[in-house]
C-alpha cells in the first residue's frame, strides 16, 4: 500500500494536469475543484487496491475521470443547462492562444482528452487506461485530433 506521505506527493505533482482533465469535461472550476476533491478522497480510500505505484497516474486520472462525469450527471440532474452560469473566457497573452483555445473546442470530448493527457507526458498504455480503451482508439483519437486542429488553424 503506498503511504500517505507518499499518496500526497504523487497527487499534488498531478494536480495541474487534474484540474486541466477535469476543467475538459466539466467547463467551469468550482465543478472542477469538486471533482478533484471527490477523487482524491476516494483513490485514497482505496489505495490498498493499487498493485504497483508505477501506475500511480494513470490509476488517479481513471478515478477522477470518473468522479467529473459523476459531477457532470449531478450537474444535469440539479440544474438545467441554460442556467449554468457561464465561466469567462480565460484570457490569453496573444491572438495565438485564443484560436488555439477556439480550435481545442471544436475537438470532441474524447480528442481533446486524449491529446492533453499526451501533452502531459502520459503514454498511449497510460491514456487507454484512463479512457478505458485500447492503445490504438488512443493513437487514433490523437491522431484525428491533429488533424483538425492543423485544418482549423490553417484556415486563420
Same mark, same amino acid.
Given at each position: 500500500m503506498i503511504s500517505k506521505d507518499a499518496f500526497a506527493q504523487e497527487v499534488r505533482t498531478l494536480t495541474d494536469t487534474a484540474f486541466a482533465v477535469t476543467y475538459l469535461i466539466l467547463g467551469n472550476s468550482a465543478? *472542477?475543484?469538486?471533482?478533484?476533491?471527490? #477523487?482524491?478522497?476516494?483513490?485514497?480510500?482505496?489505495?490498498?487496491?493499487?498493485?504497483?505505484?508505477?501506475?500511480?497516474? #494513470?490509476?488517479?486520472? $481513471?478515478?477522477?475521470?470518473?468522479?467529473?462525469?459523476?459531477?457532470?450527471? *449531478?450537474?444535469?440532474?440539479? $440544474?438545467?443547462?441554460? $442556467?449554468?452560469?457561464?465561466?469567462?473566457?480565460?484570457?490569453?497573452?496573444?491572438?495565438?492562444?485564443?484560436?488555439?483555445?477556439? #480550435?481545442? $473546442?471544436?475537438?470532441?470530448?474524447?480528442?481533446?482528452?486524449?491529446?492533453?493527457?499526451?501533452?502531459?507526458?502520459y503514454d498511449l498504455a497510460e491514456i487507454g487506461l484512463i479512457l478505458d480503451v485500447p492503445v490504438g482508439t488512443v493513437k487514433s483519437r490523437i491522431s484525428r485530433a491533429k488533424q483538425i486542429l492543423r485544418a482549423i488553424l490553417e484556415e486563420d
Open positions: 465543478d *472542477c475543484e469538486d471533482a478533484m476533491s471527490e #477523487a482524491v478522497l476516494r483513490a485514497y480510500e482505496s489505495r490498498g487496491k493499487l498493485k504497483k505505484r508505477d501506475s500511480f497516474r #494513470a490509476w488517479f486520472m $481513471q478515478i477522477l475521470r470518473h468522479e467529473a462525469y459523476n459531477v457532470l450527471r *449531478c450537474r444535469k440532474r440539479v $440544474q438545467p443547462v441554460e $442556467q449554468l452560469p457561464e465561466d469567462p473566457a480565460p484570457e490569453a497573452d496573444h491572438a495565438g492562444e485564443l484560436d488555439l483555445r477556439a #480550435a481545442l $473546442q471544436e475537438l470532441n470530448e474524447d480528442q481533446r482528452t486524449a491529446l492533453l493527457l499526451q501533452q502531459e507526458g
